[in-house]
Nanobody
């Protein structure tokens, strides 16, 4: 059983940056592909970014490509989401997730989820 705890959310202005962190425990972190998702009020949860176990392969949603960067530190059992040039439409609860399988793409299914961290971007 893998436990995931997100942190780093907050209230920022449009154009600002934030870095989200997701600390994992309870498993061999490097064996899990990791993903970030978000859910805005009244909307379905959507894929944001993902990274394979070794950090060699990443995928991004078109809406964040060029602004967000996913990375991981397997020594710290942590995955990050660096978010730059934030927009009001990035406002959402951000979740990290772990996948006990190879990373194949944005439509992958994930096995474990964190509780989420709120990101609010004001205009």
């Amino acid at each position: 059983q893998v436990q995931l705890v997100e942190s780093g959310g907050g209230l920022v202005q449009a154009g600002d940056s934030l870095r989200l962190s997701c600390a994992a425990s309870g498993g061999t972190f490097s064996l899990y592909a990791m993903g970030w998702f978000r859910q805005a009020p009244g909307s379905e949860r959507e894929f944001v970014a993902s990274i394979n176990g070794r950090g060699e392969t990443t995928y991004y949603a078109d809406s964040v490509k060029g602004r967000f960067t996913i990375s991981r530190d397997n020594g710290k059992n942590t995955v990050y989401l660096q978010m730059n040039r934030l927009k009001p439409e990035d406002t959402a609860v951000y979740y990290c997730a772990a996948r006990w399988a190879l990373l194949r793409g944005p439509n992958d299914r994930y096995d474990y989820w964190g509780q989420g961290t709120q990101v609010t971007v004001s205009s």
